[in-house]
Each structure stands twice: as structure tokens, then as C-alpha cells.
């Protein structure tokens, strides 16, 4: 019997002891050497560098060094698992980082999982690092430490499951927009999630200028001092839904134009996407399950798909993101990683697509233009 | 005019950019790869190393990481820098783990250096590795550190600026006492510097049986409730001065067997070395310029000399010892170091010379027997 994916990557992980290692870039042959890279040559360096704190980039491996941290209470579709089973993604992350954009990631998992706590550690280990991508932190805990640390540190901090999502979930739609020649502003879009992702996702698409959003999450509709909003969900409310709607996901796609799905397997039936309107755009984004499979959205009538899967076309991916997102901050001393700068982001990985059609609205992973494209975006802006 | 070593150290580290850098140990070819060492193979990783946390080390890189953390309060002989002036410092000893023992380090250092909040960083940390190297923090705050983090974590900590040099120092002072015919009992020692170093050396020639050592800071020999004692330094206290002795360097060096310096630069002349006993025992350990230049101390009659450099006989160095103690702690699942386990590892390491000489007390760090003699120590014990 052929072995699945699971158990071929169960043994992969056994037989390598971790994806990644820790490598000198300098050999160690004898004494001068050892007394140029330690001491008592390396205390030339540590006193040029503490009295020149802006040259430590380019005297340490800190001005190409990025953390990917979490605290392993939202780790891909698996949950609250805590740092032991995040670390496996983690490094995962920091491989696609080296292979992608030539960053140099290491893994960071967290034995708190409180927001306050989380920040504290991360401000106190940030002088090590030049740019800090947070990973898989539950909503809303997410939020507060983003923003925390973006205030605090004058390094770039990106929740990726935020905005690496959402760009390129822009990226995709519009192409998709394009394709079935729709204005952003007057296109009906429903999101369903409003966790991490699905609250990134609706404010890029508000500042891109969408102005009919439903955003549901398990409750259905979010509007306006629904009873229970938290102060992420009731500030989704002041920017989307603006006839103040009430009810379910599926009350909401009749006559939606696009579906965004960042949340569980097999939330949408084959007729509530029949009950959108024609040329019907669905991301079904939830991984490894999708909201609906593409086959049956197809036969429903949706006209053009997307998933996170790279078995159907149009793959939803964070990797088109975040290594050129690091690597254009990196290169350009970028300290602040704006909103806009993401939408720019989006619109060139848009463009990358010559002649986009509904089985191609964004590039593939492995289309080496991308993260150079999405560094200079970064840079340009 | 040649270059001195400062000068070749400053231009080695600016086109390194950084003397380490984090490979990944597996390829990206397509996505196939993808799938087995991110989404959605990484899954059933994470998910198998969450149900069973005792198998982490084994599917992650953590069973061979170690983090090199540093709040840059007492780097080198250079003082308190800061973490930016720390970070070279730290890599090379990074570059040593890989060089010296396939360890994967990765240097930390911090914004904070306020001992309850390293403790709390590092805890926080904690689950990303598997060993904790602390490295150039001030005492007293180095003390409850690392006392504080061996009682809350099952992984091996160690301050290396007390215990690696502590451990080297009775390796060589083993052979010393050796060559010259003493017992360790009946031996007067003075030790220069009641710092991380000399508090961990104490401690250590007390636990091997010495008791007769006199330890001096700036304000003279400690005594029994001298005015002004801290905690670290009234433990001291306990442990030395028989007698109560009150007085200078000075006057703790007349007919003193053998004379440990962990201070500054100079702090002994030739009139002091005269003091001592017939074939005084002397190390300077002062870096890089020791409590006397060893020609000095040899002239005023010193039998057995040694320094932390590697331009004299006998370089009393740190890297002799942390890199095997924790191969040895990673491969054989030892979670605290004991000063037992060092007691042991010295041993082995004064044994490691099979005919010391006043001139060969202590192996080469480029002798290749020591890393695994020392790794063996920590199992064995």
C-alpha cells in the first residue's frame, strides 16, 4: 500500500531531527582564527557595534534574522496544541523563509499564552532579531500584540495569519474582479471567519475600497452592537454591513458576488452558492478542507475558485507573501510594514498574471518573479 | 604596516555579515516537498508531537539547539555594553558550539537587565530549547537567574562565565596540585574577584575539599559579615576565611600556595608573587591582560603560570569544557547540571594530560579527545 502524505512527512521529520540547522559561515582552523571570531578580536567588534548601534546590522547576523513566533494556540486547522506542536510548523515557516527570500528564520515557541506576557518576551529578545513574523496566535489575542509591538519595536512585526493572508487573498480577487469585470466598491463580498485572517482580509478589502462586506462567524452576520461583539468584531461592524443585515452565512451569499472563506470544512452548500449571484467568485480558503470543494462549487455554478490547496488551481497561499515581504524590509531598513504597503504588495502579485482566467488569477509559489516582485513593493512604496 | 587583529576582526565580521547563519537541512524541489514539510503533512508532526511531548526533541531541531542569551551587562572585560555590543560576542560562542560539538546555538540577547524579567523571558522561551547557555550577565543577578531557571526547567542551564570557567580552572589547578605535591586540603588559594567567575570557583575547589581559600574583591578579603556583604558574597564567606583574616590582596598572598585571578588587569606584582609560598601556583586569568604578565610572575619565582591566553602555556579556556558538557546533557537527556557532574568533568580533564608539566596543565582546545571526554563526564556521572 502506497504511504500517505501523513506518514511519509512523520518519517521525514524523524530521520532529519528538525528541517533546519545552525550553520557557521567561518571555520575555525587554529588559535588566529578562533582569536579573530572570538576573542580577543570579536571585543573590537562589540565596542565598535555598542558604540555604533545602527552598524550591529551589518556586523551581526541580526540585519538578516527573523523570528517566526508562536504561542501554539492556533496552529493551522489544528487548534489550540500548544508549543511543543506548533514548533514542527514553525520550522516548516523558517524553511520556506531560507528558500524563498534567503532569510535566515528561527523558531520561536512560547510557554505563556497570554497577550500581555507574549509581548514582554517578545520585547525582550527583540534586539536580537531584525524583523519578527508571529504565527498561528488566536483572535483576539493576535490583535493587541501585533499592535503592541508594532508601537514598541522599530522592526517589522507581521502576524502573518493577518496579512500574509490577506494579500494575497487581494492579489487573487483582483484578478478575479478583473476577470468578471467588477468595481471593488460595488461588489457584494462575503467573509466568513473573523478570526486573525478574516479580520485582515475585510480591512485590506476596505481600504482597497469594498464598501457591501458581510463578515459571519459562528454566530452568523456581524453588525453594529450585536449583544457579545468584542472591540475587533464590533470595529468590523463600523466597517462593513452597512444596511445592518441580520441572520446566518447562508442568508448572507444570497446575491453575494464573492465568497472569502477562512473558516471550517464544509460550511457552504452546493445551494447557497447557487443562491449568489452569476459569475460567482469563491475562495473557499479553510485547509486542508475547503468550505466547499471546488468540484461541487463548480457544479453550483461558481465561476471562478480558489482554495489554500495546491491539488486544485488557484492556490491561496501565505508563501507568496511573506518572504518577499521580509526580504524588501530587510534589504530597504523598512521599520514599519503599512497597510498600504501590503495593497501594493497585492496589486503587483496581481499583475504578475499576464492574462488572468478563472483557473489562473495569482502566480504559483514556484514562479521565481514573485519574490522579488513582492521585495520591491516593499521597497517601492 | 600589518594589520593588528582588531582591525582583521572588524573587517572579517563586516563582509560576514554575521558569523552564523540557519540552513535548512531538506530541499524545496516542488510541491511535493511542500506538502511533507509544511501543510498538510506538517500537520500530522505537529499533532503527534503535541499528543506525545517526550518526542518532541526527536521530530524537531530542538533535541540539539541551544540558545546563548545575554543581557550585555558584563561582556567580556568590556562591561556592561548592551545586547547590540553583546551580539558578536554571543555568536562566536555559537560558532564554538557548532565548531567544537555539532551543536545548533543561537545567540538571544536581550532589551531587559532586570533579573525577574530575563527570568520571565527565558521562560517564556523555554519550550524552543533544548539547552540554556546564559552568558555574560552581572552578577549578583546571574546567580538567582540561573538558580531560578534550573528550579522551574527540565533543560540544562548553565551560566558558562561560572561554571565553564570554574570547571577549567580545576582541571588545571588538579595538575598543578600534582606536579607540585599538595593536597587540595591543605592548600592556601586566593582567588582574585568575587564575580559570576570566581563565586563558581570558590564553590568548586570548596566542593573538591579545599578549605583554606581567601577570596578578594575591591574592598579587600571578604570576612563574615563585612560591612556592605551581599548575599553571594556572605555565602562566600561561609565557605572561606577560617580564620576570619581581614587585609588587602595583599596581604591574603603572603604564603599563599596558589593564586586564582578572575579581576582586572595588574592587580599583582612581583613584590606579591615573592610573598608566596616555594612553587606558588598562578593564574591570571584576566583578559585579555592578566593580574600579571606571566613573564612578571615567573621572574618573581612563579612555579606553574597560567592565563586565558593563547599566546602563553596553560590557556585556561572556557572552551574546553561548555562545549561537551552540553553535547553530553543534549545526547544523553540530562536535565541538571550538577556541580558534582562539573567536579567530574574536570577530572577527566586534568587526566587528559598524561604527564603534566609546569608547562602542560591543561589540554588544547584543539586536542579532539577533550569535547568527547568532557560529553562522557556528563553521562557517566
Known sequence: MKKDVNQLALELHKSL????????????????????????????????V????????????????????????????????????ALPVMEGKCVLFKHFAGIDAIPIVLSTQDPQKIIEAVLAIAPTLGGINLEDIKAPGC???????????????????????????????????????????????????????????????????????????????????RPGNSSHKQELAQITNPKQQK?????????ADVFIGVSSPGLVSEDMVRSMNEQAIVFALANPTPEIMPDLAKKAGAYIIATGRSDYPNQVNNALAFPG??????????????????????????QLVADPTPEEIIPSIFDERVMKSVAQSIRDY
Not at 551581526?60 to 492556533?74: E, H, K, P, Y
Open 50 to 85: 555598542a558604540n555604533n548601534k545602527y552598524e550591529t546590522n551589518n556586523y551581526t547576523m541580526r540585519g538578516n534574522l527573523v523570528a517566526v513566533i508562536s504561542d501554539g494556540s492556533a496552529v493551522l486547522g489544528l487548534g489550540n496544541i500548544g508549543p511543543e506542536g
Open 17 to 48: 531531527r528538525g528541517k533546519m540547522e545552525i550553520c557557521s559561515k567561518t571555520q575555525i582552523k587554529d588559535k588566529y582564527d578562533l582569536a579573530l571570531i572570538y576573542t580577543p578580536g570579536v571585543a573590537a567588534v562589540s565596542t565598535y
Open 325 to 350: 515581504i521580509f526580504r524588501g524590509a530587510l534589504d530597504h531598513h523598512v521599520k514599519k510594514i503599512t497597510t498600504e504597503m501590503l495593497m501594493h504588495v497585492a496589486e503587483n502579485l496581481s
Open 247 to 255: 441572520g446566518t452565512l447562508k442568508d448572507a451569499l444570497v446575491k
Open 143 to 225: 490583535f493587541i500584540i501585533e499592535k503592541t509591538l508594532r508601537e514598541k519595536l522599530d522592526i517589522p512585526v507581521i502576524h502573518d495569519d493577518q496579512w500574509g493572508a490577506s494579500v494575497v487573498v487581494l492579489g487573487a480577487l483582483i484578478n478575479a474582479l478583473k476577470i468578471t469585470s467588477r468595481e471593488i466598491k460595488d461588489t457584494k463580498i462575503v467573509v466568513s471567519g473573523a478570526g486573525a485572517a478574516g479580520t485582515a482580509i475585510v480591512k485590506i478589502l476596505h481600504t482597497k475600497g469594498a464598501r457591501n462586506i458581510l463578515v459571519c462567524d459562528r454566530e452568523g452576520i456581524i453588525y453594529d452592537s
